[in-house]
């Protein structure tokens, strides 16, 4: 009996150490990519460079690609197919110079990400 006691409290704690770091991770995660979706979007706004906006278009791709290798390991792929769906209509409409509609994925691409956060935290809400 001293065993299963010992074993289940092994995992319960480790259970909640993951979902721990799971959740600093994705905080993290959502943090950076909004910082970049917020520097494109004032970019837009400005009216700055076509190279510069390209050019933090493609660090976030970047950011997004190396974030979601680990993302996937716990969140929906429906969700995270959703960003990378918003990441490539930003990147098109800037190409197109479509930049009212960029801005428009832009928000769209913030919401969703927030979304996640929101979905994946730990709070009364998303246990009840």
Do not use: P
Request: aromatic share 8%.
């Amino acid at each position: 009996m001293k065993k299963e006691v010992i074993i289940c409290c092994v995992i319960v704690i480790a259970v909640v150490i993951l979902n721990i770091i799971t959740i600093n991770y994705t905080k993290e995660s959502v943090e950076s990519l909004k910082i970049e979706l917020s520097n494109i979007k004032e970019d837009i706004k400005e009216e700055k460079d076509i190279s510069s906006i390209n050019e933090k278009i493609i660090n976030l791709k970047n950011n997004w690609e190396e974030r979601y290798e680990k993302l996937a390991y716990y969140i929906e792929h429906d969700e995270l197919e959703k960003v990378h769906l918003y990441i490539v209509g930003i990147d098109s409409n800037v190409n197109s110079d479509e930049y009212s509609q960029a801005i428009g994925e832009l928000d769209k691409c913030a919401y969703i990400l927030e979304h996640i956060e929101d979905k994946y935290s730990l709070n009364f809400k998303n246990i009840f």
